[in-house]
């Protein structure tokens, strides 16, 4: 059982900066493709990001290209989301899921392991 923790969530204005954090309990967060999605009010969750187990590649929902960057630190099992030129359509709760696959095309599989979430909110 693999346990995933967001932080970094909060308040900002647009075109403000926000950076996710995503810690992972276990060594095996190293041989997995990590990801974020996001959740906004009375939506369905969104995919958002999602980086290899080695980095080679990542991977933008088309509305964060450019503004997103997802990264990850093996060493410290930790993956990173870090947001620029924040707009209030990002608003929603953030997760971080391990080990989706199929990623870019339109058969995405969510991983079996989520975190709780972190809200990000952004004014206008």
């Known amino acids: 059982q693999m346990q995933l923790a967001e932080s970094g969530g909060g308040l900002v204005q647009s075109g403000g900066s926000l950076r996710l954090t995503c810690a992972a309990s276990r060594r095996t967060f190293s041989s997995l493709t990590m990801g974020w999605f996001r959740q906004a009010p009375g939506k369905e969750r969104e995919f958002v990001a999602a980086?290899?187990?080695?980095?080679?590649?990542?991977y933008y929902t088309d509305s964060v290209k450019g503004r997103f960057t997802i990264s990850r630190d093996n060493a410290k099992n930790t993956v990173y989301l870090q947001m620029n030129n924040l707009k209030p359509e990002d608003t929603a709760v953030y997760y971080c899921?391990?080990?989706?696959?199929?990623?870019?095309?339109?058969?995405?599989?969510?991983?079996?392991?989520w975190g709780q979430g972190t809200q990000v909110t952004v004014s206008s």
């Open positions: 980086i290899s187990w080695n980095s080679a590649w990542t």
């Open positions: 899921n391990a080990g989706l696959t199929n990623i870019a095309t339109p058969a995405l599989k969510e991983g079996d392991y």
